[in-house]
């Protein structure tokens, strides 16, 4: 069970046009339990809402004075960074869950390539910093629309600032060369965050190099479309430790069949997007609509997230 917990606002600082940096730390002053590069926060903010920051400053300690995560204000915000950027203030408490990590860097890449489009740097500089300080050979490409709206360049810079490029809509005129970038090294591991239109872009490139699955790595602002997906249907829903069994229909999600039932099971963004909402399961075939679990993760078929997949036969059993 993810662990939550109060921390306390100690610093709201804006790190570019919309962009604010928001430090957490224990009341008390006690550490934080470490986060390796990629993990997020789960915010849980008034009027019941629950929203995925990453932390811009996870290094992989076993323990970490505070949290930092990066928050823009989302045009098509439904309640979340609006809130942050009109009302949170220094001294607020927040119950937060995690962190939790479903986009970490692989060990094993030597040779990486960041990349990242608007907020989406927020994971990026912790992967930089973390890259710098363990001698990895790394690049980041920064994009986007305004230059008013770059973020944390100024700290990317500081660590190496030969290994930032930055690429800006309104000066370039145009999207960067992905399919370039990608072939101009041998990269062991591209890590990517942003919009979907630069992370299509860029599966569509991987693909065209002929890159095994796993090279590339990206997390999604918003799910992508599940083009060919199998119409939902009903499933016997069985929760083990709870012993209790319904009917989850085609229309309704395992998720809400559990808030149905009144079991209380961490979420945050209900599109299969951040992890929080992972479940074991005991028996049955997942239909995976997530994307966050890896190849392997899914043919084990041993664990789900309960906001969009579902079960690929009549009965699924969960250890809940």
Known sequence: ?????????????????????????????????????????????PGGLVRSYSLVDALGAPTQAAYTVGIARDAASRGGSAWVHDQLRVGQALRVAGPRNAFALEPAHRKVLLVAGGIGITPLVAMARHC????????????????????????LRALDASRVQLHVDEVQGAAPDLGALLAARDWQGVYACGPAPMLDALTRAAQAAGWPEGRLRMERFRA?????????????????????????????????????????????????????????????????????????????????????????????????
């Open 1 to 45: 069970m993810t662990t939550r917990r109060e921390l306390v606002v100690h610093a709201v600082r804006a790190m570019a046009r919309d962009v604010l940096a928001v430090e957490l730390r224990a009341g008390d002053g006690a550490p934080l339990p470490g986060a390796a590069p990629g993990a997020h926060l789960d915010l849980h903010l």
């Open 132 to 155: 710098h300080a363990a001698g990895i050979d790394w690049q980041l490409l920064a994009c986007a629309r305004t230059a008013s709206r770059l973020a944390f360049i100024d700290e």
């Open 224 to 320: 992508a479309e599940a083009a060919g997906a199998a119409p939902a249907a009903g499933f016997e829903l069985v929760l083990r430790r709870s012993d209790k069994t319904t009917r989850v229909e085609p229309q309704e999600s395992v998720l809400a069949a559990l808030e149905r039932l009144g079991v209380d099971h961490p979420w945050s963004c209900r599109e299969g997007l951040c992890g929080s909402c992972e479940a074991p399961v005991l028996e049955g075939t997942v239909d995976h609509r997530d994307t966050v679990l890896g190849p392997a993760e899914r043919a084990a078929h041993d664990r789900m997230l309960v906001c969009v997949s579902r079960c690929g036969g009549p009965r699924l059993v969960l250890d809940l």
